[in-house]
């Protein structure tokens, strides 16, 4: 299935370290979201982003919506050990609202 | 508030045979969208639905059914079942077509 380019795959860090992740895609989005997964839950939304350029801030987490609408960027800053897990990015294109395509996923791990 | 309720969290099956799975949304919304994650992959869209009928589908094959009911919840039926469909099933709903909210999902393992 259709899935996005994300990445890196994985990080390892130590407890303090600011963190940076991206998604790419061959198709233009009218939204991008970043969500968050534990094991054994299911995505948690942390940032939804609605406009091309928009540089939106929920605590340490800081994500934009690229100027080509073809991407997308997530960053962590003073990372905690509360912060691992893996986390996704999902577009949303107009012409196709009712579906989510989701990234493969950075998965976080940090030292403390 | 109760978010989004999946059954069963576990669920073992043999090749061949058929399954249902469970899910009430979060109140207030009422569209509902499944989705299939595979180990170490991202969750794929399997379809939604709305108004108790399928609006959108992705590329899965019939053997994916489901149904939307009067109260908003809804079901995932999976026929014929394949190893291959060893898979986190996870439950969004949504208040139309923005938001959406997921369940924990159920782990499904087909042997």
């Known amino acids: 299935g259709q899935q996005l380019n994300q990445s890196p795959q994985s990080m390892f860090i130590q407890e303090g370290e600011d963190v940076s992740m991206n998604c790419t895609s061959s198709?233009?989005?009218?939204?991008w979201l970043w969500y968050k997964q534990e094991p054994g839950e299911g995505p948690v939304l942390l940032i939804a982003l609605y406009k091309a350029g928009e540089l939106t801030s929920n605590g340490r987490l800081t994500a934009q919506f690229g100027i080509t609408r073809k991407d997308s960027f997530l960053n962590i800053s003073a990372s905690i050990p509360s912060d691992v897990g893996i986390y996704f990015c999902?577009?949303?294109?107009?012409?196709?609202?009712?579906?989510?395509?989701f990234g493969q996923g950075t998965t976080l791990q940090v030292k403390p | 508030d109760a978010g989004v309720t999946q059954s069963p969290t576990h669920l073992i099956k043999t090749r061949g045979q058929q399954v249902t799975l469970r899910c009430s949304p979060k109140s207030g919304h009422d569209t509902v969208s499944w989705y299939q994650q595979a180990l170490g992959q991202g969750p794929q869209f399997i379809f939604q639905?709305?108004?108790?009928?399928?609006?959108q589908r992705g590329n899965f094959p019939d053997r994916f059914s489901g149904h939307q009911f009067p109260n908003y919840s809804s079901e995932l039926n999976v026929n014929a079942l394949l190893l291959g469909d060893s898979a986190l099933y996870l439950c969004?709903?949504?208040?139309?077509?923005?938001?959406?909210?997921f369940g924990s999902g159920t782990r499904l393992t087909v042997v």
């Open positions: 969004a709903s949504s208040y139309g077509r923005k938001r959406y909210t």
């Open positions: 999902a577009g949303q294109s107009s012409s196709n609202t009712g579906k989510l395509i």
């Open positions: 639905y709305y108004e108790e009928e399928e609006r």
């Open positions: 198709s233009i989005f009218n939204t």
